[in-house]
């Protein structure tokens, strides 16, 4: 934590010009505004809102509750309120609707711009403000005098209704949440920049970190208008170090990706405290150098729930709850979690409540019951979180990170040949590189009494395209992965052609026996010849044994392919590394 830098001074609003017909009003405290992590250096912080005043008038994102009343005391020296044509929202939240309420009261003819989900809070909130409210996504306003602004709709887990807004008269970004930072200074423009770097970094982690797939595809909507200034939420104007700050941002996003070890945190909010806690707990697994993929699931599709699932190394998962129960979005996350995730995960459980905690339990219960293992004691929050709940809620964080560490630790195999020890000609051999498939076969007539189970699967790389008229495959088999079941010409099997990111090689072994069934939690059609298309494949081919040769400790097939199909196209085949050939 960092001590106060700013005198002690009351809050105020400062008024500056910023662009043609563009003035900027900054209410200003000078000690730390609220409880939440991203405030924690204590520097004090703005809310920006813009005023545009050309043939129509605009207002860009008002603050919130706690400036108000000096709020619009100072707009009305600036601006006839019954004048004001729009009012555009970067985003919405409970304390922005205060000063919307008061606001609209006195603005009887002012229009709301914003996105569709900031539109349903709105009306949900407010069903009296219907008609006084207009949606945009990638649109143009004309206000006259070359005050052409372009909207771009830019959602976030945390800010789903996200809306950023181009002056193309100006050439002024308003950027809302992004490229801001929670310092309050006299200082409008960041002449200093380098001064500020510590302030926005922090404010990058704490807000941006965990959605950093989502910040880039902002960044990439953003790249299109030829800005010169960024206007953003809080902190100074951006003018002296607008392409600094823009690569810092592609920079940090590219930081967090490449950290080791990742966390799929998902969560729902109905007041916003659990996303409260959501970010204190993210705060703590970033600072210990985990990648945070942050979900919110009353916004995210199952598919991409069931991506980030399978690809984290560890989740943590956090609900409120509603009429004693957890919404329905986070129930469908957990069984998501519960299908797909490997019990060797680590996982974690958070939530807030009012009058009881059901959800919390539920969550708790399920996980371990179904054998996962928690990285921290499961945190229940009654209402809005204090500062010493959020500290808590950092250190469980850095506890998952350090215990997620231990366990990955735990699961890396030693490697019982080394360098210093393996033959030379073994490592060699070691770095080819092969494809990662799953072979599926089936057992039929007078071998099904033999081997017990219809279907069979085993995973493998040792694979290569032999022949290209007709177009043939060579594969290695090895006699304890079950090659007698495609070691005599006529045998039929698929090759199912693994994704990468897409954990399916877990269900499956290098040497399966013909009594274990990897298909029950799988997605599987039957290809022509009887055998197990995987659904969750990259692609396949079915094939035809034509010739075998015994070799080694294994078996030499090549097989013709009678058919194939790419069941994605796009995506990355899975690849197996292996540093010896000594092993698998």
């Known amino acids: 934590m960092c001590a106060t830098l700013t005198p002690n001074r009351k809050r105020d609003v400062q008024v500056a010009e910023i662009g043609q017909d563009t003035i900027v009003l900054r209410s200003r405290t000078w000690e730390r505004l609220k409880f939440e992590v991203e405030y924690s250096r204590q520097r004090g912080t703005t809310a920006n809102s813009y005023l545009i005043q050309a043939d129509k008038k605009a207002l860009i994102d008002p603050p919130g509750e706690s400036f108000t009343e000096i709020y619009l005391q100072e707009l ?279 009058w009881s905690g059901e959800a919390i339990d539920l969550l708790e219960n399920k996980l371990k019951d179904a054998n996962y293992r928690l990285g921290f004691e499961s945190i229940r929050v009654k209402f809005t979180p204090t500062p010493e709940i959020l500290q808590q809620c950092q250190e469980a964080g850095a506890l998952f990170a350090q215990n997620l560490k231990k366990a990955k630790k735990l699961r890396t195999p030693r490697q019982v040949v080394t360098e210093t020890h393996v033959d030379r000609t073994e490592q060699a051999v070691g770095r080819i590189v092969g494809s990662l498939c799953v072979v599926t076969t089936c057992v039929s007539g007078a071998a099904l009494k033999e081997h017990g189970d219809t279907h069979n699967g085993v995973l493998t790389s040792w694979v290569s395209q032999a022949t290209f008229s007709p177009p043939g495959i060579m594969i290695a088999i090895a006699d304890e992965q079950n090659a007698d079941l495609i070691c005599h010409p006529g045998s039929k099997f698929v090759l199912n052609i693994l994704k990468e990111g897409r954990n399916v090689r877990r269900y499956f072994s290098r040497n399966n026996t013909s009594g274990d069934n990897p298909f029950i939690n799988l997605s599987t059609k039957t290809a022509v010849n009887g055998c197990l298309i995987l659904t969750e494949a990259l692609s396949y081919l079915e094939c035809t044994v034509q010739n075998q040769t015994k070799c080694g400790d294994g078996w030499l097939i090549y097989a013709v392919v009678d058919n194939g199909e790419v069941l994605e196209n796009e995506g990355l085949t899975a690849l197996e590394h292996r540093k010896s050939a000594s092993y698998c």
């Open 76 to 354: 009305a020296e600036h601006l006839d309120l019954t004048t004001l044509d729009y009012i555009i929202l970067g985003h919405v939240n409970p304390n922005r609707r205060a000063t919307l309420k008061v606001l609209l009261a006195q603005a009887p003819q002012a229009t709301l711009i914003c996105t569709r989900p900031a539109a349903n809070a709105l009306k949900t909130a407010f069903p009296e403000w219907e008609s006084r409210i207009q949606t945009v996504r990638d649109d143009t306003l004309d206000l006259g005098r070359g005050h052409q602004l372009k909207f771009a709709s830019v959602p976030t887990p945390r800010w789903a209704d996200g809306l950023c807004t181009y002056d193309s008269a100006t050439k002024i970004l308003y950027t809302d949440k992004f490229f801001g930072a929670h310092i309050c200074e006299d200082d409008l423009f960041d002449k200093d920049w380098k001064s500020l770097d510590a302030e926005r970094r922090y404010y990058f982690d704490c807000l941006h970190a965990p959605q950093t797939k989502q910040v880039e595809a902002a960044l990439e909507k953003m790249a299109v208008f030829p800005a010169k200034s960024y206007a953003p939420a809080h902190g100074p104007v951006v003018n002296y170090s607008l392409s600094r700050f823009t690569y810092d941002y592609h920079q940090w996003c590219q930081g967090q990706k490449v950290q080791e070890l990742s966390v799929a945190l998902l969560y729902a909010s109905a007041y916003g405290n659990t996303a409260i806690l959501a970010g204190a707990i993210a705060n703590g697994l970033i600072e210990n150098g985990v990648n945070v993929e942050s979900i919110n699931c009353e916004l995210a599709e199952t598919a991409d729930i069931t991506r980030i699932v399978e690809t984290c190394d560890g989740l943590i998962i956090g609900s409120p709850t509603l009429g004693g129960h957890a919404p329905t979005q986070i129930q469908t996350a957990l069984g998501i979690i519960l299908s797909t995730a490997a019990k060797t995960k680590l996982a974690g459980v958070f939530g807030s409540y009012g």
